[in-house]
């Protein structure tokens, strides 16, 4: 065929180049044209499939003109046409032939293989599938072309192509350009957030290799289906439907998939899909495509029903908990044009017994009359037994010689559930009473575990927490710097505390970044294995050559070295750092630089001085160049003034550089002061420093007195700074700036009394929280180790006397000692009344921290204590008012009505940080989700969530100190009283910290 394509510019006198590209890259062929406006044409060959690219340019009177324009195409040689024979109706349980025809371009039939799936409409509501491959994915159209100059004319094209004809401007591409390598294109699918697609289009490539096989074994692929019949025969013989819903064989398969085959044979054309369909009354969809040896491709859809005449469906919950009242439900439908009268029975058995009596039923029989092409519904009102079990419950329908049945099973949950009951504390020297108040009404018989767990604050047990350094293969000075910041600060407590050299061989060793978490944890709810977390729990595994093994003193010193060396490769000759080797001087970058290496410094490591003396004296003007730039003043100016002068007041004072920046970092400071609107807390607290190094000590001493007075005290996780407006901005403390704020308060206060609660926050903080990083981590265990020098904790022993459940124990231990995390624990009947009250006797210098957990099931379970986590639950009713969607809420949860819109709100009170926290909550009985699929979610925390039958799980990465509620939406759709058990939150990282709600009854009416 030919194409034709209109191009030029009327005021071109010049002429002009014509060139037309195949792809990215290849010129097919290029012509001179006269000035003005003309058409071109040219043939397409068959090897342009795919579609081609025109580029037109001219020059004239010092103007350059273009214009581009893409011709599309289509594969369409490449086209099957496949064509499936289902009828629109047929019965539930019918075996079923349909017959695929599938024919090529020119319309001969074909020799190939088809993927099909036949599945239940319903599925749709979660996730519509779409088809596993498509003839744009396996053959796109890739033309391209691009504007040559910034300096154009108007130009105009208007393209024709003989066959299917596009008019208009076309977007102009990028100019082809030389590329090499092979193109890798994605399927758009495969980048959705479809949860269906990735599975169907694993299951279709899986038979991707039997249509690459010789050819002998591509045509014994197909002669099985050849032996016996072809394929019009295997048609034509296809059984009678069978009475599969008959009232003595009720139905019960009611599978989603009804059929499912990746490498469906195609012979000559034609297949036959043989399959009996479940018993579902129900609308399915047909999906599938057809695929050949020279990938030829066609797609192909369909859809039919299963219904009958007279039919009955039974409408129940998913479940029902012990001693819920609901009802159970069928529904009687006509469809024969004439009135019925239908006797309709209900029958339950269980272990292939009569269990209706276990429902309080007796006689179930009861009669309905159901107009022409209309449903009755029949009601019987249950109460669910006592014991948990799985009942099978069918209902039966009669009307003459009309008949239906279904069966489907109901499980009944336990009205209790595993609740954790856990009291927390931070140890103190003498005697320390854990009590758990909860348990109180709680016999001892339902107590199933019970755990007394303390957690010693050793030297080794701090030092454990640091994550090994994790390499990558980046060599620009950000990523150097990361790697020499924490191996200097690391090699240096190795120096400061020559003990812990042989002390870190007794730690476990890793075969990951980090250390793996206690998988047999008896308290654990659930298993490490049902949530997002499991390569967190194990570690962070990772390639031995990615990791750094900062428990190595000598690996540390050899590749702190080596990277020393790197280092110094990114600074320039003027004393300025680049992101590479020769680059661009940068400023940031060498306060970045300085401010790695005044860190080493403070904490007494060596660093490359020389280096830092000429990076000193290249920022020093360029800061004060930007603080006089800035009239007005600004955050992000302030910012940077307390950022460098905290910085470079960190360095020794007797350097030149330093000496001469004096007046300059009391300048910035000043300043700083001068613009306090714009000063945070944390900017306080270098303002503080810095005026203590320049020998300010009344200054320094006003700012430390402004950060001090923004904390809170708790007496489990000690000193922290209570949330704020700002807080994104500068603080959510994090070990890095709680760490910072530490230093500072022993360097101008070291005998403050916040010294000891602040420390026992960065511990508090260890025990529920994972250190992932290696700079952060090592900087905050230098501090404390620091901390445990000056309290003696570093050369006297601990002791610990424990008085629990009828024994007495003692435990003691030297300052560089390793120990796990010690737990005591007592199953089933060696659980008495005297363990639910623990004392412990400690002696040493460091704040620990204990437990006294029990795991206990009863019926009735009242609200967890308040602890440092909580969690509170209410129930909402959605209705509209003047347009606007409200909430009311449900104060004796006996105000909810079926289809009602009922928002659940959770709410996590928690007064410390914490990673890794599960929420689940089980759902009442005959209450469904309005979210039906699972998945993450980035509103208001970073969270996974599945929709589970009888739960809702919220698995958080991570809950901030403060207050945050999560909600979610039910519909009941069934009339009764149902039991809601407790929701709970648990740490999995620290089982033993976990909170719940009681357990509530909830009356649903019609």
């Given at each position: 065929e030919t194409a034709r394509v209109l191009l030029g510019a009327g005021n071109l006198t010049g002429s002009k180049r014509v060139e037309v590209y195949r792809g990215e890259t290849f010129l097919t062929r290029k012509d001179l044209l006269p000035g003005g406006v003309s058409v071109y044409t040219f043939p397409v060959e068959q090897e342009e499939r795919g579609g081609l690219a025109l580029a037109w340019f001219g020059a004239s009177n010092y103007t350059f003109h273009q214009g581009q324009a893409t011709v599309k195409v289509p594969f369409n040689n490449k086209d099957l046409t496949a064509v499936i024979d289902v009828p629109n109706e047929v019965r539930p349980g019918q075996e079923t032939a349909w017959k695929l025809t599938v024919k090529d371009a020119s319309g001969r039939p074909v020799q190939g293989q088809a993927s099909l799936t036949v599945y239940d409409k319903s599925l749709d509501y979660y996730a519509k599938p779409e088809h596993a491959?498509?003839?744009?994915?396996?053959?796109?159209?890739?033309?391209?072309?691009?504007?040559?100059?910034?300096?154009?004319?108007?130009?105009?094209?208007?393209?024709?192509?003989?066959?299917?004809?596009?008019?208009?401007?076309?977007?102009?591409?990028?100019?082809?350009?030389?590329?090499?390598?092979?193109?890798?294109?994605?399927?758009?699918?495969?980048?959705?957030?479809?949860?269906?697609?990735?599975?169907?289009?694993?299951?279709?490539?899986?038979?991707?290799?039997?249509?690459?096989?010789?050819?002998?074994?591509?045509?014994?692929?197909?002669?099985?289906?050849?032996?016996?019949?072809?394929?019009?025969?295997?048609?034509?013989?296809?059984?009678?439907?069978?009475?599969?819903?008959?009232?003595?064989?009720?139905?019960?398969?009611?599978?989603?998939?009804?059929?499912?085959?990746?490498?469906?044979?195609?012979?000559?054309?034609?297949?036959?899909?043989?399959?009996?369909?479940?018993?579902?009354?129900?609308?399915?969809?047909?999906?599938?495509?057809?695929?050949?040896?020279?990938?030829?491709?066609?797609?192909?859809?369909?859809?039919?029903?299963?219904?009958?005449?007279?039919?009955?469906?039974?409408?129940?919950p998913r479940f029902y908990r012990e001693g819920d009242k609901g009802v159970l439900q069928a529904a009687v439908t006509n469809l024969t044009g004439k009135k019925l009268t239908a006797e309709v029975?209900?029958?339950?058995?269980?272990?292939?017994?009569?269990?209706?009596?276990?429902?309080?039923?007796?006689?179930?029989?009861?009669?309905?009359?159901?107009?022409?092409?209309?449903?009755?519904?029949?009601?019987?009102?249950?109460?669910?037994?006592?014991?948990?079990?799985?009942?099978?419950?069918?209902?039966?329908?009669?009307?003459?010689?009309?008949?239906?049945?279904?069966?489907?099973?109901?499980?009944?949950?336990?009205?209790?559930?595993?609740?954790?009951?856990?009291?927390?504390?931070?140890?103190?020297?003498?005697?320390?009473?854990?009590?758990?108040?909860?348990?109180?009404?709680?016999?001892?018989?339902?107590?199933?575990?019970?755990?007394?767990?303390?957690?010693?604050?050793?030297?080794?047990?701090?030092?454990?927490?640091?994550?090994?350094?994790?390499?990558?293969?980046?060599?620009?000075?950000?990523?150097?710097?990361?790697?020499?910041?924490?191996?200097?600060?690391?090699?240096?407590?190795?120096?400061?505390?020559?003990?812990?050299?042989?002390?870190?061989?007794?730690?476990?060793?890793?075969?990951?970044?980090?250390?793996?978490?206690?998988?047999?944890?008896?308290?654990?709810?659930?298993?490490?294995?049902?949530?997002?977390?499991?390569?967190?729990?194990?570690g962070r595994q990772s390639k031995t050559a990615d990791l750094v093994d900062l428990f190595n003193p000598e690996t540390v010193?050899?590749?702190?070295?080596?990277?020393?060396?790197?280092?110094?490769?990114?600074?320039?000759?003027?004393?300025?750092?680049?992101?590479?080797?020769?680059?661009?001087?940068?400023?940031?970058?060498?306060?970045?630089?300085?401010?790695?290496?005044?860190?080493?410094?403070?904490?007494?490591?060596?660093?490359?001085?020389?280096?830092?003396?000429?990076?000193?004296?290249?920022?020093?003007?360029?800061?004060?160049?930007?603080?006089?730039?800035?009239?007005?003043?600004?955050?992000?100016?302030?910012?940077?003034?307390?950022?460098?002068?905290?910085?470079?007041?960190?360095?020794?004072?007797?350097?030149?550089?330093?000496?001469?920046?004096?007046?300059?970092?009391?300048?910035?400071?000043?300043?700083?002061?001068?613009?306090?609107?714009?000063?945070?807390?944390?900017?306080?607290?270098?303002?503080?420093?810095?005026?203590?190094?320049?020998?300010?000590?009344?200054?320094?001493?006003?700012?430390?007195?402004?950060?001090?007075?923004?904390?809170?005290?708790?007496?489990?996780?000690?000193?922290?700074?209570?949330?704020?407006?700002?807080?994104?901005?500068?603080?959510?403390?994090?070990?890095?700036?709680?760490?910072?704020?530490?230093?500072?308060?022993?360097?101008?206060?070291?005998?403050?009394?916040?010294?000891?609660?602040?420390?026992?926050?960065?511990?508090?903080?260890?025990?529920?929280?994972?250190?992932?990083?290696?700079?952060?981590a090592s900087q905050t265990v230098f501090t404390l180790l620091d901390v445990m020098k000056a309290k003696g904790a570093l050369s006297l022993p601990v002791t610990y006397q424990v008085n629990w459940a009828g024994e007495e124990k003692r435990f003691a231990f030297e300052p560089m000692d390793w120990t796990k995390d010690l737990q005591l624990v007592r199953t089933g009947r060696q659980i008495s009344e005297k363990a639910k009250t623990a004392a412990i006797t400690k002696q040493g210098a460091m704040t620990d921290f204990a437990s006294l957990s029990v795991l206990y099931q009863t019926p009735n379970v009242k609200a967890s204590s308040k602890g440092v986590i909580n969690v509170t639950r209410e129930y909402f009713t959605r209705f509209t008012q003047d347009g606007v969607q409200k909430l009311r809420p449900v104060q004796d949860l006996d105000e909810i009505k079926v289809g009602d819109e009922v928002e659940v709100h959770l709410t996590l009170t928690t007064d410390s940080a914490f990673e890794y926290v599960l929420l689940d909550d089980p759902k009442p009985a005959g209450f469904e989700s309005e979210e039906l699929t699972s998945g993450w979610e980035w509103d208001k925390l970073p969270l996974y969530r599945e929709t589970r039958d009888a739960a809702t799980r919220f698995f958080i990465n991570w809950v901030p100190a403060g207050k945050v509620t999560l909600s979610y939406v039910l519909r009941p759709t069934v009339s009764g009283k149902f039991r809601a058990l407790p929701a709970q939150a648990q740490s999995m990282y620290a089982p033993e910290f976990g909170a719940h709600t009681g357990t509530e009854l909830l009356t649903v009416d019609k």
């Open positions: 491959l498509s003839a744009q994915a396996l053959y796109p159209q890739n033309a391209q072309t691009a504007d040559r100059t910034v300096n154009q004319s108007n130009g105009y094209f208007s393209n024709y192509f003989t066959g299917k004809t596009e008019n208009g401007f076309a977007p102009a591409p990028r100019l082809p350009a030389s590329n090499l390598l092979m193109t890798v294109r994605p399927y758009p699918h495969m980048l959705g957030r479809s949860r269906a697609n990735g599975i169907m289009f694993k299951s279709a490539m899986a038979s991707a290799p039997q249509l690459a096989e010789s050819k002998a074994t591509y045509k014994e692929s197909f002669a099985e289906a050849a032996e016996d019949t072809s394929a019009d025969e295997a048609f034509e013989t296809a059984a009678a439907p069978n009475d599969a819903g008959s009232a003595d064989a009720p139905r019960t398969n009611f599978a989603a998939t009804a059929y499912f085959n990746p490498a469906l044979p195609i012979v000559n054309g034609q297949s036959v899909i043989k399959f009996t369909l479940p018993q579902s009354l129900t609308a399915w969809n047909i999906l599938g495509f057809a695929l050949t040896k020279n990938a030829d491709f066609g797609a192909f859809t369909a859809s039919t029903v299963t219904r009958k005449d007279f039919m009955v469906r039974l409408q129940m029975a209900l029958a339950i058995q269980k272990d292939q017994g009569n269990a209706l009596a276990d429902f309080g039923l007796t006689d179930t029989v009861k009669r309905v009359a159901v107009g022409a092409n209309a449903t009755e519904f029949v009601t019987w009102e249950i109460t669910a037994p006592n014991e948990p079990a799985l009942y099978g419950v069918t209902a039966t329908a009669r009307s003459g010689k009309a008949s239906d049945g279904e069966q489907k099973t109901l499980p009944v949950y336990p009205g209790r559930q595993r609740t954790l009951a856990t009291v927390n504390t931070a140890l103190k020297n003498g005697q320390n009473t854990l009590e758990l108040t909860e348990l109180n009404d709680v016999p001892a018989d339902d107590m199933q575990t019970a755990v007394l767990t303390i957690n010693p604050s050793l030297a080794l047990s701090v030092l454990n927490a640091m994550p090994n350094l994790l390499t990558n293969p980046y060599k620009d000075l950000v990523s150097t710097l990361n790697r020499y910041a924490p191996l200097a600060v690391v090699h240096q407590f190795y120096t400061t505390y020559p003990q812990l050299k042989q002390a870190v061989s007794k730690l476990p060793k890793r075969t990951g970044q980090t250390a793996a978490w206690n998988e047999t944890d008896p308290l654990r709810l659930t298993l490490l294995e049902q949530t997002p977390w499991l390569r967190q729990a194990q010193q050899k590749t702190l070295n080596k990277e020393l060396t790197q280092l110094k490769k990114f600074q320039n000759e003027s004393g300025a750092f680049a992101w590479f080797p020769g680059g661009q001087d940068d400023d940031y970058l060498t306060l970045y630089a300085l401010n790695a290496f005044a860190s080493a410094v403070s904490f007494g490591a060596e660093i490359p001085q020389a280096e830092a003396k000429q990076a000193i004296a290249y920022i020093v003007p360029r800061i004060e160049q930007k603080l006089k730039a800035d009239k007005t003043g600004s955050e992000a100016t302030v910012s940077l003034a307390l950022y460098a002068a905290y910085t470079l007041s960190a360095f020794p004072q007797n350097w030149a550089q330093i000496a001469q920046a004096k007046p300059y970092i009391k300048r910035w400071a000043d300043y700083a002061g001068e613009q306090a609107r714009f000063m945070t807390a944390l900017g306080q607290t270098y303002a503080a420093v810095v005026y203590h190094r320049l020998g300010d000590d009344i200054k320094a001493n006003q700012y430390l007195d402004l950060v001090l007075s923004r904390m809170k005290q708790d007496k489990l996780a000690g000193a922290y700074f209570a949330p704020e407006a700002q807080s994104w901005v500068w603080y959510r403390d994090t070990i890095t700036t709680q760490t910072a704020t530490l230093r500072a308060l022993t360097e101008i206060r070291p005998q403050a009394p916040q010294v000891d609660a602040m420390t026992q926050w960065l511990l508090f903080n260890r025990q529920v929280n994972e250190w992932n990083n290696s700079k952060a």
